[in-house]
């Protein structure tokens, strides 16, 4: 009957800390995968709003570029070996230097 007990609470805190460590990377907007799934290749230039870079983490071995669209706020994933994707990568790295 003890060792039932036990077990019974060796089991939920152990699921108490893998919740409570889930949670914890969500809140730090760490996500435990890749963000992008598919990349976008095509010219979409005159219609981003802004473009984020996300390098490379334990969480994800790619580089990832995300742009939000002007019209429609819709978030998507640019192929970073694209030309054009490479030239707005270049144009941030630039504009960030004091």
Do not use: Y
């Not at 709003?49 to 742009?67: G, M, R």
Request: a positive charge; one cysteine or more.
């Amino acid at each position: 009957m003890t060792s039932k007990i036990i077990s019974v609470c060796v089991i939920v805190f152990l699921a108490f800390l893998t919740i409570i460590e889930g949670m914890s990377l969500r809140g730090l907007a760490v996500d435990p995968r890749c963000r992008c799934i598919e990349t976008e290749s095509r010219r979409i230039g005159k219609h981003i709003k802004s473009v984020e870079l996300f390098p490379p983490s334990p969480h994800c071995k790619d580089l990832e570029i995300i742009a939000t669209l002007m019209t429609t706020g819709q978030e998507i994933c640019l192929d970073p070996s694209a030309p054009w994707v490479k030239k707005i990568i270049d144009r941030i790295i630039v504009n960030r230097k004091p």
